[in-house]
């Protein structure tokens, strides 16, 4: 049976504080055979690393995301460079631009914050875990730049031209739980378009959960949904969507 590789989630959230022990068992037992976790601010950096050496089917991914941009320094950087040279730690991520708030630090902080981060992918040979929101030009712009990079697109919002100019430079589209919202109009035409070997499938947990769990807190086995309703757009089983993603994510962190 085919399992589930869940390319993004945040099991470091303090949601998961009360039972993570217990709901990664679960998890196992449900399976889900491997999770890429992801840190976003700086101290979610060293939560993802002890989750790492805990559990053996959980891979790490550290970067500084755009809303904590200023976190990010010299210092930040090497740290970050000594944990991306582990075995466990297969990417840099997540990272990106957003440009949705106000609050958030000023954008060309975020994009040399960016740039910065794609440098390291780069100097490592990893791939690069991208959080695009009201950005889109200014990340595809960037992500062009650094071809040589495997860009992926987390939580994809773009619309199906981006995400063929995503393709073509050897990128990544990761599909949510957002598939399954009757109000998702793009996302479907994306997952008709694309290849299935450039398609990850994706929780974001503890955040967007699929119907019909929406608004409750996510995790990574609802992704049976989502590999469903790729399979309903794709004329596929849900099986084959599992395997497909999971092959894919297996070639994109090279294990």
């Known amino acids: 049976m085919a399992q589930i590789f869940d390319s993004h989630a945040h099991y470091d959230d303090e949601q998961f504080d009360e039972d993570r022990d217990m709901l990664l068992q679960d998890l196992k037992n449900n399976g889900v055979g491997a999770i890429l976790n992801m840190s976003s601010d700086y101290t979610s950096v060293k939560r993802t690393v002890e989750l790492t050496e805990k559990y053996d089917f959980i891979y790490g991914a550290v ?7 200023e976190e990010y320094n010299e210092e930040v950087r090497k740290e970050l460079t000594e944990i ?9 991520g997540e990272v990106g631009l957003d440009y949705y708030w106000d609050s958030n630090p000023p954008r060309e902080v975020q994009i040399r914050v960016l740039r910065d981060q794609y440098e390291l992918a780069k100097s490592l040979e990893l791939p690069i875990i991208l ?5 889109h030009e200014d990340i595809l712009a960037i992500a062009k730049e650094y071809k040589d990079v495997v860009s992926v697109f987390h939580s994809y919002s773009g619309s199906v031209e981006m995400a063929r100019e995503i393709i073509k ?14 109000n998702a109009r793009k996302l479907p035409e994306v997952v008709k378009e694309i290849p299935m070997e450039r398609m990850l499938i994706e929780t974001d947990a503890p955040y967007m959960a699929p119907v019909p769990y929406r608004g409750k807190r996510n995790r990574s086995d609802y992704l049976y949904g989502v590999a469903e309703k790729i399979a309903e757009i794709r004329g596929l089983t849900r099986e084959e969507v599992l395997e497909i993603t999971a092959e894919n994510m297996k070639r994109l962190l090279s294990l």
């Not at 991306?84 to 840099?92: N, P, W």
């Not at 959080?131 to 950005?135: A, I, L, Q, T």
């Open 84 to 92: 991306l040279k582990g075995e466990k730690f297969r990417a840099v």
């Open 169 to 182: 430079i050897g990128g990544y589209i990761g599909v949510s739980g957002v598939l399954t919202f009757k």
């Open 131 to 135: 959080h695009d929101r009201e950005s």
């Open 63 to 69: 970067g500084i995301h755009p809303e904590h941009a």
